[in-house]
């Protein structure tokens, strides 16, 4: 399957610090890329659509000032958390689309990969 | 919020096969039924999916019921690595929808 990586792997930070994590498509190029967090024992919550060259989608609740997200490549995404507290410690999740098609224009696959994830930690 | 409903914990032997039910009794003709698993501190990873037909790969087989209310995936020799939360997802092919995740199901192999 197609290969999604981020980095960094796992970060700690002082309270009211930034933070930038970038999600990248390795073999692929993803025009939309998805942003989750995870808190412990709970499963995944979208906090954002990002689609390249436009502004990202944010859901209900997320804010898009504290969480800034770019864009800027087929093949890369970045999430920035700005003045972070320690209620924004989580696992921080990207997805990229694999949405390739053949030269006929016949989609061959639609398919989310997910990267590693990133743990911030805030303290 | 998740369109699908699967038990929140399964054991299953090691060597022999897993079968992971979920219920969809909601789901559009035009979603497929995605599974994905999470091991521990890690990524979901992408398993299978399918429309209305059974499906194989080298991970995993998907059945898929014929009124497509419920689909099984089944882990044919389960080792302990395949200990994860396994997602059931129903979601359009196409488009930029983003999956929704519900709680899934805890698989534990035991040895």
């Known amino acids: 399957g197609a290969v999604v990586s981020q980095h960094p792997s796992r970060v700690i930070c002082k309270s009211g610090t930034s933070v930038k994590i970038e999600c990248r498509s390795l073999d692929f190029q993803a025009t939309t890329m998805f942003w989750y967090r995870q808190f412990p024992k709970q499963s995944l919550m979208l906090m954002a659509t990002s689609n390249e060259g436009s502004k990202a989608t944010y859901e209900q609740g997320v804010e898009k000032d504290k969480f800034l997200i770019n864009h800027a490549s087929l093949t890369l995404s970045t999430l920035t958390v700005t003045s972070a507290h320690p209620e924004d410690s989580s696992f921080y999740i990207c997805?990229?689309?694999?949405?390739?098609?053949?030269?006929?224009?016949?989609?061959?696959?639609?398919?989310?990969?997910f990267g590693p994830g990133t743990r911030l930690t805030v303290l | 919020d998740a369109k699908t409903t699967q038990p929140p914990s399964m054991d299953c032997a090691e060597g022999r096969a897993a079968n992971l039910p979920c219920n969809h009794s909601?789901?559009?003709?035009?979603?497929?039924v995605y599974w994905y698993r999470q091991i521990h501190s890690q990524g979901p990873q992408y398993i299978i999916h399918?429309?209305?037909n059974n499906e194989t790969n080298e991970m995993a087989s998907l059945i898929i019921t014929e009124d497509r209310k419920s689909s099984t995936l089944i882990l044919p020799h389960a080792t302990l690595r395949d200990t994860a939360v396994y997602y059931c997802?129903?979601?359009?092919?196409?488009?930029?929808?983003?999956?929704?995740f519900g709680k899934g199901t805890r698989l534990s192999v035991i040895a």
């Open positions: 909601t789901i559009s003709g035009n979603e497929y």
């Open positions: 997802i129903v979601s359009p092919f196409s488009g930029n929808t983003p999956l929704v």
């Open positions: 997805s990229a689309r694999d949405a390739r098609r053949l030269a006929g224009g016949i989609r061959v696959t639609d398919t989310q990969y």
């Open positions: 399918g429309l209305k």
